[in-house]
Nanobody, 129 residues
Framework: QVQLVESGGGLVQAGDSLRLSCAASGLTFTTNAMGWFRQAPGKEYEFVAAINRGGGRTSYADSVKGRFTISKDNGQNTVYLRMNSLKPEDTAVYYC??????????????????????WGQGTQVTVSS
């Protein structure tokens, strides 16, 4: 059974840092690009960050560029999202997603939801001002 399980969310103050983790099971990590999306209350899903299969290429939303870092450990089947200098507008449920080799190329770090076919259940991040 393919599964993505996020962890690491919580309640923090503006300016604090958090690291989200996404543990994958039932899929071969090196054949999947990985991404993070988020959804704030009453808003659409928003792309946050992505990393290609090999881990050498990343992409970020402009709103998080310079503050967030995505990385993956293929040996541990885990992808991380390091979030620094958090702002209240970062408050959302954060979702981890996997994009199979059928949907994205080796060098691709996709930023669109349609490229992702496996999703986690999400972890809440709340940033107070």
């Amino acid at each position: 059974q393919v599964q993505l399980v996020e962890s690491g969310g919580g309640l923090v103050q503006a300016g604090d840092s958090l690291r989200l983790s996404c543990a994958a099971s039932g899929l071969t990590f090196t054949t999947n690009a990985m991404g993070w999306f988020r959804q704030a209350p009453g808003k659409e899903y928003e792309f946050v960050a992505a990393i290609n299969r090999g881990g050498g290429r990343t992409s970020y939303a402009d709103s998080v560029k310079g503050r967030f870092t995505i990385s993956k450990d293929n040996g541990q089947n885990t992808v991380y999202l390091r979030m620094n200098s958090l702002k209240p507008e970062d408050t959302a449920v954060y979702y981890c997603a996997a994009s199979s080799s059928a949907l994205s190329g080796w060098n691709e770090a996709p930023s669109t939801r349609i490229k992702y076919n496996i999703w986690g259940q999400g972890t809440q991040v709340t940033v107070s001002s």
